[in-house]
């Protein structure tokens, strides 16, 4: 709502200050979209959780698609009030689903509320023409306090006795945002936190940068080079044309994730692609021909692309439910920080005349990230999801 709202909105703007403000409401509201990422994340089996997850992505390229088209045809002929207005309405489409979204049958057991988990459940396996296997479903805090049970999500489940006694309100886990945050910098999560942290700063930095320099090197606007090595272009020519090709480069990217992501594990996608990015972007260092200037950087859009897409299916599984999706938040909050300082430090130095320092600026970035892929301390492929962080101890302990 505040996305489509504030997108709507900013069509209108007055002066240039009510557009900085209602853009960044439009970006308060996507600050949500890790919640979506996690939540789905859920209902998905262990084996399947990689391929799936990179479906889920690939709605995110079509809609990246499907924006540059609309810029390269909007934008010359109506304005930019009238983009901005056209690419609010699909996030208000959003709210017609809200009503069918199930809630998180992790967070419901987690919160204590065992009679509507179990209500969810069955649900789902009446859809799934299946019945739930007998056992007794056992709420995250009781895990916690107890110690001897361990729930996964093969945990057998059974609606509650009839003698069982209800759980007090007063017992349900409750667990607030500074506490959250602190958990996050445990003893148990700090090391892969600070990880994902950087790691999500390189991925958007790497990204929004890329197609950024599609832009700028595709249209030859700068005068660092001699006019007869540039192109005519008209003057109004802002690379829509080249932005809308490069994008199609995430599709390639997807079957790459969908490929590898399952079968060589969620580490080492991306370590290789963050490398493989490099490989793509150091002939940039100097001058090239437009022609091998998009293909390279088509190439290297679809290494980020694949990194982009696996660090969203391996933060969840990293996490327990407790504080996953402030996890995966926070951890995409920092890359937001990247997205904003890349225009203004790369793109600066590239329209400054610096293309060499911009390029090997955007290799260390990258190759930092690409160590810090191989720091992580486990590989989360085919492992369950945990619901608390007392289940970490065991999984740290085997690896």
């Given at each position: 709502m505040v996305t489509a709202s504030a997108g709507f909105l900013s069509a209108f703007a007055p002066n240039y200050t009510s557009l900085i403000v209602l853009r960044c409401f439009v970006g308060i509201g996507l600050g949500g979209g890790p919640v979506l990422s996690s939540w789905f994340l859920e209902f998905i089996p262990a084996p399947n959780r990689g391929t799936w997850m990179v479906v889920f992505s690939a709605f995110w390229t079509v809609g990246t698609i499907l924006e540059a088209s609309l810029a390269w045809f909007v934008m010359p002929t109506m304005g930019w009030r009238w983009l901005l207005a056209l690419s609010s309405l699909p996030s208000s489409l959003l709210l017609l689903f809200y009503g069918m979204t199930p809630e998180s049958p992790r967070y419901l057991c987690l919160k204590g509320r065992t009679e509507d988990t179990l209500h969810l459940l069955e649900k789902v396996a009446r859809m799934n023409r299946t019945q739930l296997p007998p056992g007794v479903l056992v709420p995250d805090h009781q895990i916690e306090l107890n110690g001897n049970w361990v729930l996964s999500e093969d945990t057998r489940m059974l609606p509650p006795r009839t003698d069982e006694v209800a759980t007090s309100d007063s017992v349900k886990h409750k667990l607030g945002a500074v506490s959250s945050l602190v958990m996050l910098l445990s003893p148990r999560l700090i090391r892969s936190t600070l990880l994902l942290w950087m790691v999500f700063f390189g991925n958007a930095f790497s990204y929004y940068g890329l197609v950024l320099l599609t832009s700028e090197l595709s249209t030859r606007r700068t005068e660092c080079f001699p006019a007869k090595l540039l192109p005519e272009k008209p003057h109004?020519?802002?690379?829509?044309?080249?932005?809308?090709?490069?994008?199609?480069?995430?599709?390639?990217?997807?079957?790459?994730?969908?490929?590898?992501?399952?079968?060589?594990g969620r580490k080492l996608s991306m370590s290789a692609m963050f490398f493989l990015c490099c490989i793509f972007l150091l002939p940039l260092v100097l001058h090239q021909s437009q022609a091998l200037t998009t293909s390279l950087l088509f190439g290297a859009r679809i290494c980020i692309t694949v990194t982009f897409t696996v660090v969203y299916i391996y933060a969840p599984e990293v996490y327990p439910t407790s504080v996953r999706t402030t996890g995966v938040g926070v951890a995409s909050s920092v890359g937001r920080v990247g997205g904003m300082i890349c225009p203004l430090v790369a793109v600066s130095l590239l329209r400054g005349c610096h293309q060499m320092a911009a390029i090997l600026l955007f290799e260390i970035v990258i190759v930092v990230s690409g160590i810090c892929v191989l720091l992580f301390p486990f590989e989360t492929k085919g492992r369950k999801l945990n619901d608390s962080i007392s289940n970490l101890k065991e999984v740290n302990a085997f690896l």
């Amino acid at each position: 709502m505040v996305t489509a709202s504030a997108g709507f909105l900013s069509a209108f703007a007055p002066n240039y200050t009510s557009l900085i403000v209602l853009r960044c409401f439009v970006g308060i509201g996507l600050g949500g979209g890790p919640v979506l990422s996690s939540w789905f994340l859920e209902f998905i089996p262990a084996p399947n959780r990689g391929t799936w997850m990179v479906v889920f992505s690939a709605f995110w390229t079509v809609g990246t698609i499907l924006e540059a088209s609309l810029a390269w045809f909007v934008m010359p002929t109506m304005g930019w009030r009238w983009l901005l207005a056209l690419s609010s309405l699909p996030s208000s489409l959003l709210l017609l689903f809200y009503g069918m979204t199930p809630e998180s049958p992790r967070y419901l057991c987690l919160k204590g509320r065992t009679e509507d988990t179990l209500h969810l459940l069955e649900k789902v396996a009446r859809m799934n023409r299946t019945q739930l296997p007998p056992g007794v479903l056992v709420p995250d805090h009781q895990i916690e306090l107890n110690g001897n049970w361990v729930l996964s999500e093969d945990t057998r489940m059974l609606p509650p006795r009839t003698d069982e006694v209800a759980t007090s309100d007063s017992v349900k886990h409750k667990l607030g945002a500074v506490s959250s945050l602190v958990m996050l910098l445990s003893p148990r999560l700090i090391r892969s936190t600070l990880l994902l942290w950087m790691v999500f700063f390189g991925n958007a930095f790497s990204y929004y940068g890329l197609v950024l320099l599609t832009s700028e090197l595709s249209t030859r606007r700068t005068e660092c080079f001699p006019a007869k090595l540039l192109p005519e272009k008209p003057h109004d020519d802002v690379g829509y044309k080249d932005v809308f090709l490069a994008s199609f480069a995430e599709f390639p990217g997807l079957l790459l994730s969908a490929m590898a992501v399952d079968r060589l594990g969620r580490k080492l996608s991306m370590s290789a692609m963050f490398f493989l990015c490099c490989i793509f972007l150091l002939p940039l260092v100097l001058h090239q021909s437009q022609a091998l200037t998009t293909s390279l950087l088509f190439g290297a859009r679809i290494c980020i692309t694949v990194t982009f897409t696996v660090v969203y299916i391996y933060a969840p599984e990293v996490y327990p439910t407790s504080v996953r999706t402030t996890g995966v938040g926070v951890a995409s909050s920092v890359g937001r920080v990247g997205g904003m300082i890349c225009p203004l430090v790369a793109v600066s130095l590239l329209r400054g005349c610096h293309q060499m320092a911009a390029i090997l600026l955007f290799e260390i970035v990258i190759v930092v990230s690409g160590i810090c892929v191989l720091l992580f301390p486990f590989e989360t492929k085919g492992r369950k999801l945990n619901d608390s962080i007392s289940n970490l101890k065991e999984v740290n302990a085997f690896l």
